[in-house]
């Protein structure tokens, strides 16, 4: 009876060792096979840039998209931002107290999002074209030939 016991035993070690063997060679195997370096997917999206983009939602107004170099230009004609919305930085108009409007920049998406609420607006503000100083400034223009009467 001792006899079978352990050579049993001798037999089940002898599988547990076979298999740990088996085991570490599949992982080597593995770890050949995958790159120590950045991954494929970096090599193929190296022409991409990550943008926070402008979504016009109420409940989801920004997010971080990646686009193509060649469309970062219109992106950020319409108020996009370069980099993820956390990093952000926006340009906005900022109305006042006294009523005047300031171009300011806010970072970060979420205080972005919390001063449009507020009413201020994406993009640089806008002047007004100024009044002409003084009177008789503007003279009519004179008419070229005859008056007809």
Request: aromatic fraction near 4%; hydrophobic fraction near 45%.
């Given at each position: 009876m001792r006899e079978r016991f352990r050579r049993g035993a001798a037999l089940g070690v002898l599988g547990a060792v076979a298999g740990?063997?088996?085991v570490a060679g599949l992982g080597s195997v593995g770890a050949a096979v995958s790159p120590a370096s950045s991954p494929?997917?970096?090599s193929q999206y190296e022409?991409?840039?990550t943008i926070c983009h402008r979504t016009g939602s109420?409940?989801?107004p920004f997010?971080?998209?990646?686009?193509?170099?060649?469309?970062?230009k219109a992106h950020l004609r319409h108020g996009d931002a370069l980099g993820p919305c956390s990093a952000a930085v926006f340009t906005m108009c900022h109305k006042t107290k006294s009523g005047k409007h300031a171009t300011t920049k806010v970072r970060g998406a979420r205080k972005a999002q919390r001063n449009l609420k507020r009413g201020d607006k994406l993009g640089k503000c806008k002047s007004k074209p100024q009044k002409a100083k003084g009177k008789g400034k503007h003279k009519p223009e004179k008419s070229k030939g005859r008056k007809k009467g």
């Open positions: 740990a063997f088996a494929a997917s970096a022409q991409k840039v109420k409940k989801n997010r971080t998209i990646r686009v193509s170099r060649n469309a970062v």
